[in-house]
T-cell receptor, first 114, second 114 residues
Framework: GDSVTQMEGPVTLSEEAFLTINCTYT??????LFWYVQYPGEGLQLLLKATKADDKGSNKGFEATYRKETTSFHLEKGSVQVSDSAVYFCALRGLTGGGNKLTFGTGTQLKVEL | DGGITQSPKYLFRKEGQNVTLSCEQNLNHDAMYWYRQDPGQGLRLIYY???????QKGDIAEGYSVSREKKESFPLTVTSAQKNPTAFYLC?????????????FGEGSRLTVL
C-alpha cells in the first residue's frame, strides 16, 4: 500500500537558518503530494502541493519539488523564522483505493530559536 | 466565515463510556473524514464519507462508529470497545474538485480517558 516516510524530529534551528525536511514515498503510479503544517493546538493547514512529476510547490517561502526518480518531496526554506515553529506533515493522495484519501507521514516538529 | 467546527475541544471520559465528537462544516463539501493523531504516528484514517447516508471504514475503524445524516455533519462516536481512545481527533472535508486532493481541517478534539 501507499506510505510516506519523513525524517524524524524534533529539528531545532536558529532564526534565518536553512531548513530541509526530507520526505520519501511509496505509491503506485503518480500520486499527488502535499505538505501540511500544524501549529500548536490547531488542526492542519495545507502549505503547498504538487500534482505531477517535476512540479514545484511553493508558499510562504517554503518550496518542495516532486522528484519521481527518487520518489521524494523534500521541504525547504531558505531562512526560517520563529513563527515557522510547528509540526510539518508530508502526505500523498494515491491512485488506488477509493475516497481520495490522504496518507500522512509521522510529522516532523520544527523549533526555531532566536 | 466558512470552515469546519469541531466540539468539544477537550473531553474527558471514564472507561466504559461512549462519547460522541461533533464535526460540522459550512463549506458545502460532500466528502468528510475523521483522523486520529498520536505522538510519533502521524494521522491515521478512522472513517470517511463521500456523500450523505454513506460512509466507509478507514485503516483503524475498530471501536468507532459514524453517521452521515446531513451533508454538514459527520459525528464520530468513540465506543467502549476502543481499547486506547486517548488521542487527538481531527475532522476534515474535501472540496468537490477531485484534482486538488486538498483537505480542510477542523481544530481538533482532544479526548482523554481517565
Amino acid at each position: 500500500g501507499d506510505s510516506v516516510t519523513q525524517m524524524e524530529g524534533p529539528v531545532t534551528l536558529s532564526e534565518e537558518a536553512f531548513l530541509t525536511i526530507n520526505c520519501t514515498y511509496t505509491a503506485t503510479g503518480y500520486p499527488s503530494l502535499f505538505w501540511y503544517v500544524q501549529y500548536p493546538g490547531e488542526g492542519l493547514q495545507l502549505l503547498l502541493k504538487a500534482t505531477k512529476a517535476d512540479d514545484k510547490g511553493s508558499n510562504k517561502g517554503f518550496e518542495a519539488t516532486y522528484r519521481k526518480e527518487t520518489t521524494s518531496f523534500h521541504l525547504e526554506k531558505g531562512s526560517v523564522q520563529v513563527s515557522d515553529s510547528a509540526v510539518y506533515f508530508c502526505a500523498l493522495r494515491g491512485l488506488t483505493g477509493g475516497g481520495n484519501k490522504l496518507t500522512f507521514g509521522t510529522g516532523t516538529q520544527l523549533k526555531v530559536e532566536l | 466565515d466558512g470552515g469546519i467546527t469541531q466540539s468539544p475541544k477537550y473531553l474527558f471520559r471514564k472507561e466504559g463510556q461512549n462519547v460522541t465528537l461533533s464535526c460540522e462544516q459550512n463549506l458545502n463539501h460532500d466528502a468528510m473524514y475523521w483522523y486520529r493523531q498520536d505522538p510519533g504516528q502521524g494521522l491515521r484514517l478512522i472513517y470517511y464519507s463521500q456523500i450523505v447516508n454513506d460512509f466507509q471504514k478507514g485503516d483503524i475503524a475498530e471501536g468507532y462508529s459514524v453517521s452521515r445524516e446531513k451533508k454538514e455533519s459527520f459525528p464520530l462516536t468513540v465506543t467502549s470497545a476502543q481499547k486506547n481512545p486517548t488521542a487527538f481527533y481531527l475532522c476534515a472535508s474535501r472540496p468537490p474538485d477531485l484534482n486538488t486532493g486538498e483537505l480542510f481541517f477542523g481544530e481538533g478534539s482532544r479526548l482523554t480517558v481517565l
